[in-house]
């Protein structure tokens, strides 16, 4: 599940996003002005940023050039009016991934927003594989070689998040913040009791990567020898 992040002043446009965000299953939260848009973004759980260049507070340029500088590499798309083509220009240049002219079909921005994601390293197509081991977007499925095994949600939000930061320790945090939102009271055991349910799965399909714990830390994904 993709975890997206609006930053939109206008509240009707947002409100539009949203829902169509929500339509499309992806996660999202919204944000009305540059300063709490880059607060929520520095905390690395969003798989994709919808800018607008015009908020109060802060603009969006300004929104994008900070993130860079804190190494913010998340991908952002670039929301602008018809007249600010110097705007363009110089948020391409600052690092933003792509941008759309308002008004625009709610049919492009979702294909740039899946074009964005794959370019990240997310998903090719509908799967995400690790080896022989795949995640399918499209049915919950976890399979290693044709041996399939279904996933509730948030154990293929946890093992989407885990493949696709193989090899990675991932913190508690992080996994708290992207799955149960970013002001969850979820407890860390939560995690832990739908770490134990996806062991036992792998282990039924027979695949050979493992979740280990890192104490103290959070959780990473390995291949066995």
């Known amino acids: 599940m993709m975890n997206v992040l ?14 169509l965000m929500k339509q499309d299953k992806y996660a999202v939260d919204a944000v009305y002005d540059g300063v709490s848009g880059e607060e929520y973004a520095m905390t690395g759980i969003y798989d994709v940023i919808i800018l607008d260049i015009m908020l109060p507070k802060k603009n969006g340029l300004d929104v994008l050039r900070s993130l860079r500088e804190q190494n913010n590499s998340t991908p952002v798309l670039l929301l602008t009016a018809k007249s600010e083509v110097e705007d363009k220009i110089e948020g391409l240049d600052i690092g933003a991934d792509d941008y759309l002219t308002k008004p625009f079909a709610s049919g492009e921005l979702l ?24 995640l399918s977007k499209r049915s919950y499925e ?19 998040m885990l493949m696709q930061n193989h090899r990675q320790i991932i913190p508690k ?46 959780y990473i994904m390995e291949e066995t020898e």
């Open 6 to 19: 609006i930053i939109e002043d206008e509240p009707q446009l947002s409100d539009v996003l949203v829902a």
């Open 111 to 134: 294909a740039r927003l899946r074009a964005m994601s794959r370019r990240k390293g997310e998903f090719t197509g509908d799967e995400l594989a690790c080896g022989d081991t795949r």
């Open 142 to 160: 976890l399979s290693y070689k044709g041996n399939p095994v279904k996933l509730g949600q948030k154990e293929y939000q946890i093992v989407e």
């Open 173 to 218: 945090e992080r996994f708290i913040e992207k799955i149960w939102g970013y002001e969850s009271d979820a407890e860390y055991n939560a995690i832990e009791v739908y770490v134990s349910f996806i062991r036992k799965k792998l282990a039924v399909i027979g695949s050979p990567l493992q979740i280990k714990a890192v104490r103290g830390v959070g």
